[in-house]
Antibody, heavy 123, light 113 residues
Framework: EVRLVESGGVVVQPGGSLRLSCAASGFTFDDYAMHWVRQAPGKGLQWVSLISWDGGTTYYADSVKGRFTISRDNSKNSLYLEMNSLRPEDTALYYC????????????????WGQGTLVSVSS | DIVMTQSPDSLAVSLGERATINCRSSQSVLYSSNNQNYLAWYQHKPGQPPKLLIYWASSRESGVPDRFSGSGSGTDFTLTISSLQAEDVAVYYCQQYYSTPYTFGQGTKLEIK
């Protein structure tokens, strides 16, 4: 069974930092690009970031560019999101999501999602 | 950025009736080199992660009931549920993956009338 389990979400003060993790199982992790997608309370879905299968290519939403860093450790089947200079508007449920396409590329749509981890930025 | 706009924002349909959700993109998501529309639909129920229903605008994900179908091309797309079941109550999102930043519609809340 394909499974994604996020962790690391906590309450943090504005300006603070946080690292989210996503543990993957049930598939060949290093065959797939991975994404982070978030949902603010009462709002819709927002794509945050993409990392290629080998970590060599990354993309970010403008709202997080320069503050967030996506990374992966294929030896640990794990995806990460380093979040710095956090703002109240970063408060959201953060989902780890698997790209649908194997073979060294990415499609940009998500065939498996984790349950999410909640980040709250508040003083 | 490509802006995705769904209509309506909410919809109430009787059990067994057809539900139709529309999605419009601010620019075409049809890639001419492969004639594919880079458009997906997701179902999101409270307390659960989103679930992929449709990709390439009209391809049904494995395990998704065939009452769910997607159509459209270019900038205008539709998700149709042919006969609404109680378990279909959810928020539905369209998403373009033609270019980064990948963007979602604002969501359509589907309820039972």
């Amino acid at each position: 069974e394909v499974r994604l389990v996020e962790s690391g979400g906590v309450v943090v003060q504005p300006g603070g930092s946080l690292r989210l993790s996503c543990a993957a199982s049930g598939f060949t992790f290093d065959d797939y690009a991975m994404h982070w997608v978030r949902q603010a309370p009462g709002k819709g879905l927002q794509w945050v970031s993409l990392i290629s299968w080998d970590g060599g290519t990354t993309y970010y939403a403008d709202s997080v560019k320069g503050r967030f860093t996506i990374s992966r450790d294929n030896s640990k089947n794990s995806l990460y999101l380093e979040m710095n200079s956090l703002r109240p508007e970063d408060t959201a449920l953060y989902y780890c999501a698997k790209d649908s396409l194997t073979g060294g590329s990415h499609s940009g749509y998500f065939d498996t999602w984790g349950q999410g981890t909640l980040v709250s930025v508040s003083s | 950025d490509i802006v995705m706009t769904q209509s309506p924002d909410s919809l109430a349909v009787s059990l067994g009736e057809r539900a139709t959700i529309n999605c419009r993109s601010s620019q075409s998501v049809l890639y001419s080199s492969n004639n594919q529309n880079y458009l997906a639909w997701y179902q999101h129920k409270p307390g659960q992660p989103p679930k992929l229903l449709i990709y390439w605008a009209s391809s049904r994900e494995s395990g998704v009931p065939d009452r769910f179908s997607g159509s459209g091309s270019g900038t205008d797309f539709t998700l149709t549920i042919s006969s609404l079941q109680a378990e279909d109550v959810a928020v539905y999102y369209c998403q373009q993956y033609y270019s980064t930043p990948y963007t979602f519609g604002q969501g359509t809340k589907l309820e039972i009338k």
